[in-house]
């Protein structure tokens, strides 16, 4: 047999081998090809998950941080993504604590560069307007007004001789049930109060405070009637202790809040305090042991002047200057810094803005050149004759014009002389209401409160000029601001 016929016969033998494993190697091929495109849309669709888990993770971030302040520790944010940098001047009126020079400022933080500082301070929004309603006044009482407030007051609630409460009449019944019928209708987080004694209705403060048995009626009677009108808290204005009182007006307070934990409610408890340095009023206050039994107190910080029916209705002045050189001690300036400065909780303290008008008749010269606005009055019978609280209102109704009033920088006070009438008018406008609200914040304080809300005039105007004015503090609560 030749070599070419063997060729020939094994050729046959291997042509199906040759086409098994073309078949095989383009089944291989395909199967390799599959795998990779099944492999190449899992690897994608992985990603894909991965990317909008990550999108929305971002999204849900940005939104958080758009309404709510950086973590407590933000150390490792880098400074030039979450800061900007101010410089303000150093100040003799702050304290030691509060830093000086360079600052930096936080989107919602504010914090030193200072090494004693590690972490920013968070800006909060919880300054107070607390509303004084009269029970004299008869202007209604609005949904609008009690929108602005933080807390609304009813003055007064009269404390009997026993320690019992009531009404003054059926008419000031209606009007407290009208201030809780519409504070009720509102979705708000305002807080609804009495206010007991005040000015012509503290004669049984001294009977009851200093009676254990009385004391003890009377912290029963002030739980039981928060219960039954289903109110937020207390204000006691006790106008004013002794000094050998003071001690047991602070147990008292003590008793107050812990009679209300054993029956699990926390009522908001509040004081109102004389102005300091006059006839010494303060003396009858142990402040740093009352502010261990209450949440806030009103300071008295008005009626430095008035047309009162004594010598002490000469001079004219306002009835709330910011500042004065005339008696450094009938002030606000003063009263407050007195107060913060012995007890170093400024957050605790709200000054008074007084919606009323004070009118002088008889009013003469200035004292002097450069206090035009502090005038002498010929008192009758030694007394000065004029109208010492009157609501806006009752100016309107007697004509008494306002609208031109003349501006004191030294006082931050409105006030109008009519040297042919030989009358003189002084009242808050908004040029003095927001001296105040900054006063409020340049010094941390904790707020405002309004005597009253209902003397203010039909348009609500100063009760607008305090809520526009109000700012959100930048540093922490209880930082004193104040050269002690």
Same mark, same amino acid.
């Given at each position: 047999?030749?070599?070419?016929? #063997?060729?020939? #016969? @094994?050729?046959?033998?291997?042509?199906?081998?040759? @086409?098994?494993?073309?078949?095989? !190697?383009?089944?291989?091929?395909?199967?390799?090809?599959?795998?990779?495109? *099944?492999?190449?849309?899992?690897?994608?669709? /992985?990603?894909?998950?991965?990317?909008?888990?990550?999108?929305?993770?971002? /999204?849900?971030?940005?939104?958080?941080?758009?309404?709510?302040?950086?973590?407590?520790?933000?150390?490792?944010?880098?400074?030039?993504?979450?800061?900007?940098?101010?410089?303000?001047?150093?100040?003799?009126?702050?304290?030691?604590?509060?830093?000086?020079?360079?600052?930096?400022?936080?989107?919602?933080?504010?914090?030193?560069?200072?090494?004693?500082?590690?972490?920013? $301070? *968070?800006?909060?929004?919880?300054?107070? !307007?607390?509303?004084?309603?009269?029970?004299?006044?008869?202007?209604?009482?609005?949904?609008?007004?009690?929108?602005?407030?933080?807390?609304?007051?009813?003055?007064?609630?009269?404390?009997?001789?026993?320690?019992?409460?009531?009404?003054?009449?059926?008419?000031?019944?209606?009007?407290?049930?009208?201030? #809780?019928?519409?504070?009720?209708?509102?979705?708000?987080?305002?807080?609804?109060?009495?206010?007991?004694?005040?000015?012509?209705?503290?004669?049984?403060?001294?009977?009851?405070?200093?009676?254990?048995?009385?004391?003890?009626?009377? !912290?029963?009677?002030?739980?039981?009637?928060?219960?039954?009108? @289903?109110?937020?808290?207390?204000?006691?204005?006790?106008?004013?202790?002794?000094?050998?009182?003071?001690?047991?007006?602070?147990?008292?307070?003590?008793?107050?809040?812990?009679?209300?934990?054993?029956?699990?409610?926390?009522?908001?408890?509040? /004081? $109102?305090?004389?102005?300091?340095?006059?006839?010494?009023?303060?003396?009858?206050?142990?402040?740093?042991?009352?502010?261990?039994?209450?949440?806030?107190?009103?300071?008295?910080?008005?009626?430095?002047?008035?047309?009162?029916?004594?010598?002490?209705?000469?001079? $004219?002045?306002?009835?709330?200057?910011?500042?004065?050189? /005339?008696?450094?001690?009938?002030?606000?300036?003063?009263?407050?810094?007195?107060?913060?400065?012995?007890?170093?909780?400024?957050?605790?303290?709200?000054?008074?803005?007084?919606?009323?008008?004070?009118?002088?008749?008889?009013?003469?010269?200035?004292?002097?050149?450069?206090?035009?606005?502090?005038?002498?009055?010929?008192?009758?019978?030694?007394?000065?004759?004029?109208?010492?609280?009157?609501? #806006?209102?009752?100016?309107?109704?007697?004509?008494?014009?306002?609208?031109?009033?003349?501006?004191?920088?030294?006082?931050?006070?409105?006030?109008?002389?009519?040297?042919?009438?030989?009358?003189?008018? *002084?009242?808050?406008?908004?040029?003095?209401?927001?001296?105040?609200?900054?006063?409020?914040?340049?010094?941390?304080?904790?707020?405002?409160?309004?005597?009253?809300?209902?003397?203010?005039?039909?348009?609500?105007?100063?009760?607008?000029?305090?809520?526009?004015?109000?700012?959100?503090?930048?540093?922490?609560?209880?930082?004193?601001?104040?050269?002690?």
């Amino acid at each position: 047999m030749s070599s070419a016929e #063997r060729v020939d #016969r @094994r050729q046959p033998l291997l042509l199906p081998v040759s @086409r098994h494993y073309e078949d095989s !190697i383009e089944n291989s091929g395909c199967c390799k090809v599959t795998t990779i495109i *099944t492999s190449v849309l899992f690897f994608c669709g /992985v990603l894909a998950l991965g990317l909008a888990f990550t999108f929305f993770f971002v /999204v849900e971030k940005l939104e958080l941080d758009k309404n709510s302040s950086f973590p407590e520790s933000s150390s490792n944010f880098p400074s030039e993504v979450f800061t900007e940098k101010i410089t303000v001047q150093p100040s003799s009126t702050v304290s030691t604590s509060a830093p000086q020079g360079e600052v930096v400022v936080f989107k919602k933080h504010v914090t030193s560069t200072s090494a004693s500082v590690s972490h920013p $301070t *968070t800006k909060h929004c919880d300054q107070r !307007i607390v509303g004084f309603y009269s029970e004299n006044e008869l202007s209604e009482i609005t949904k609008s007004q009690l929108r602005k407030l933080t807390h609304a007051v009813f003055a007064y609630i009269r404390m009997n001789a026993d320690g019992t409460l009531q009404f003054k009449d059926e008419e000031v019944k209606r009007r407290f049930l009208d201030l #809780r019928k519409e504070s009720k209708t509102l979705k708000s987080s305002l807080k609804i109060m009495i206010s007991i004694g005040g000015p012509d209705n503290s004669v049984n403060f001294p009977k009851v405070i200093m009676d254990v048995m009385k004391q003890k009626i009377f !912290i029963e009677s002030i739980i039981s009637f928060l219960k039954e009108y @289903r109110l937020d808290g207390v204000d006691l204005f006790w106008k004013w202790p002794k000094e050998y009182q003071k001690h047991e007006f602070t147990r008292f307070l003590n008793e107050l809040k812990y009679t209300s934990k054993l029956q699990n409610e926390e009522y908001v408890v509040s /004081v $109102t305090a004389p102005a300091p340095g006059i006839d010494g009023w303060e003396n009858g206050f142990d402040l740093n042991e009352i502010l261990k039994h209450v949440d806030f107190i009103n300071v008295l910080t008005m009626d430095y002047y008035g047309p009162w029916d004594s010598i002490w209705g000469n001079p $004219t002045g306002p009835s709330s200057p910011l500042y004065s050189k /005339v008696d450094v001690k009938k002030n606000v300036d003063y009263s407050m810094e007195h107060y913060v400065c012995d007890t170093s909780q400024p957050f605790k303290f709200n000054i008074v803005i007084p919606f009323h008008v004070k009118l002088w008749k008889n009013v003469q010269e200035a004292l002097s050149p450069e206090n035009i606005m502090f005038r002498r009055v010929e008192l009758k019978n030694s007394k000065a004759e004029g109208n010492a609280y009157m609501s #806006r209102w009752t100016v309107g109704r007697e004509n008494w014009k306002i609208s031109n009033a003349t501006w004191d920088e030294e006082t931050k006070s409105s006030y109008i002389w009519n040297p042919v009438a030989k009358t003189y008018l *002084t009242f808050e406008s908004d040029e003095s209401i927001a001296a105040k609200m900054e006063y409020v914040k340049s010094m941390n304080l904790g707020g405002v409160w309004i005597w009253f809300v209902d003397q203010d005039d039909v348009k609500n105007s100063l009760l607008g000029s305090v809520f526009n004015h109000k700012e959100c503090s930048t540093v922490e609560k209880n930082i004193v601001n104040y050269k002690c």
